[in-house]
């Protein structure tokens, strides 16, 4: 069974970084096509952020994060990371963690319905 826990979240000054962290209960990811980080914002929907290719490498990003966060995993694939760089209020969100075992494409891989595992998710407030 597939239990995904992200961790790192919190409250942080506009202006720090953050590095957000999803596990498998201990598995690795090796099994999944693709690891993603989605966010939803108080009072807005579920958005994309970030996704990492599990046999490729590549990774995906929403326009509005790119050049500020980074999507990464450890060498086991056994944690997916999010870094996230110049954290400002727009950031603030709760972090979920999101993973696929269906082949993705650089369409695909920003929808919601491409992961059926989800994490609880994380918050992070950026405040000052």
């Known amino acids: 069974q597939v239990q995904l826990v992200e961790s790192g979240g919190g409250l942080v000054n506009p202006g720090d970084s953050l590095r957000l962290s999803c596990t498998n209960s201990g598995r690795s990811f090796k099994s999944f096509f693709a690891v993603a980080w989605f966010r939803r914002a108080p009072g807005k929907e579920r958005e994309f952020v970030a996704a990492?290719?599990?046999?490729?490498?590549?990774?995906y990003y929403a326009e509005s994060v790119k050049g500020r966060f980074t999507v990464s995993r450890d060498s086991a694939k056994a944690t997916v990371f999010l870094h996230m760089n110049d954290l400002n209020s727009e950031i603030t969100a709760v972090y979920y963690c999101?993973?696929?075992?269906?082949?993705?494409?650089?369409?695909?891989?920003?929808?919601?319905?491409?992961?059926?595992?989800w994490g609880q998710g994380t918050p992070v407030t950026v405040s000052s």
């Open positions: 990492l290719s599990m046999m490729g490498g590549s990774t």
């Open positions: 999101a993973a696929s075992t269906w082949a993705i494409n650089s369409m695909t891989v920003r929808t919601i319905r491409q992961y059926a595992s």
